[in-house]
Structures are given as C-alpha cells and as structure tokens.
C-alpha cells in the first residue's frame, strides 16, 4: 500500500480548533486531490491541484484551505468555519496533465484519515 | 454542472448470481470512466476502466460496457463472491490532469 500516505489515521478535534491533514506522494504525480466522505455517500471533491503552487476549488471548499508548495505533499487544513467536520477525508493523486498520462486519470488513493470533532 | 448518477444505491445478490450497476454522466467530454471498490475502513481501488474509443472492456469476472450516444456505463460483476461485497463508485473524467466525479456509490451484498 506504498505510493501515498496520509496521517493520522485518526484525528480527534475540539470544536473551534483548527486541524491540518498529512497527505504525501512519491508517484511523482501532478495532480493531487482531497476529498471527503460521510457515511453511506460518495466522494465529494473539497479541493484539488494540477500541479506546484497551484490549487482549484472543489465542490465543497467552505471551511478548507490548502497549500501546494511541494510536488510530493498536498496538505489540508480543517478550519472552526467548517459547520460540520467530523468525516472520513481521502486524499488521491493522478498523472496528471503529465503526457506519460497516456490518456488514464486514474487516481490513487490514501488510507484515508479519519476526523472526529468532538 | 457536471454530475455522475449511480444506481442502485444498494444491491443485494446470491452468492454466484450476477450483479449490474448502472451510471449515467452529464458532461459530453468525458472520456475516461473508471470502477473503484472500496472494502469496509479502506481506501477505494481501481478495479476496472474503460476509454471513451471503446464499447465494452472485460477483466475476468468483470466487464464494464459503456454507450457515449446514451452517456451512460455499466459495471457487470458475474459468479459473484462473497468477498466482491464493498462499495464500488463508477467515476467519469476528462483525459490529462481535469478533475473526476465520482458517483455516489452502490452497496454490494453478496450472500453466502
């Protein structure tokens, strides 16, 4: 299950705290990916990056931030403005815009980390 | 916006039947649809995909169809195990780095 690590596995969190999630990659990937997801639902897309010092909203950003300032980690910060925290959060990677893509998005993703905002 | 439909949200077969999960997307340019199954407390896994130059794509038990004039693909799992019960997500994408949408997820029970 190498390739990418996110940590801690589980998070417990203080209402009002701000918490930040480990994601890192050594597929030498370009895009990276966070989402989160909530029992009995899918995978809601919070944030994404296509490449260095760049990121995109996802569908669900409110009460997120996040920073690219190295190829290999893609870091997710849950903020006290996010209403409801407490979630399975999945972080993936993916070729990318890299030609050797070859046409394939496919992503691959963490263990997860798993958040509980007491 | 763009948006990826799954159905059922819950399927439950015997164990050797047959069990199909249908999607549907919106965004005419999508041209990669993969299939992830997510085992219970694990991170979900590509298991099969399919490129938007093809009709149908087979992996041993599994085989996804899919029809661009529809917009919509199929996953289609046969001789079903136990161990094929998990959460299997179909997705579309545009090729080169644009982001996925996922759909929401189907609950696969197989029965012993």
């Known amino acids: 299950d190498g390739g990418i690590t996110q940590s801690p596995k589980y998070l417990f969190r203080k209402e009002g705290q701000n918490v930040t999630l480990s994601c890192e990659q050594n597929?030498?990937?370009?895009?990276m990916y966070w989402y989160r997801q909530d029992p009995g639902q899918g995978l809601r897309l919070i944030y994404y990056?296509?490449?260095?010092?760049?990121?995109q909203k996802g569908d669900i950003a409110e009460g997120y931030s996040v920073s690219r300032e190295k190829k290999e980690s893609f870091p997710l910060t849950v903020t006290s403005a996010q209403k409801n925290p407490t979630a399975f959060y999945l972080c993936?990677?993916?070729?990318?815009?890299?030609?050797?893509?070859?046409?394939?998005?496919?992503?691959?993703f963490g263990p997860g980390t798993r958040l509980t905002v007491l | 916006g763009e948006n990826v439909e799954q159905h059922p949200s819950t399927l439950s077969v015997q164990e050797g039947d047959s069990a199909v999960i249908k999607c549907t997307y919106s965004?005419?340019?999508?041209?990669?649809f993969p299939w992830y199954k997510q085992e219970l407390g694990k991170r979900p896994q590509l298991i099969i995909d399919?490129?938007?130059?093809?009709g149908e794509k087979k992996d041993q038990r599994i085989a996804v169809t899919l029809n661009k004039t529809a917009k919509h693909f199929s996953l289609h799992i046969t001789e079903t195990q136990p161990e094929d019960s998990a959460v299997y997500f179909c997705?579309?994408?545009?090729?080169?780095?644009?982001?996925?949408?996922f759909g929401a997820g189907t609950r696969l029970f197989v029965k012993a």
């Open positions: 965004d005419s340019a999508s041209n990669y």
């Open positions: 997705a579309a994408s545009r090729t080169g780095g644009f982001k996925t949408i």
């Open positions: 597929l030498n990937h370009d895009a």
């Open positions: 990056s296509q490449i260095v010092n760049d990121f």
């Open positions: 993936a990677s993916s070729m990318g815009r890299s030609r050797l893509a070859g046409g394939n998005n496919e992503q691959f």
């Open positions: 399919i490129r938007s130059n093809v």
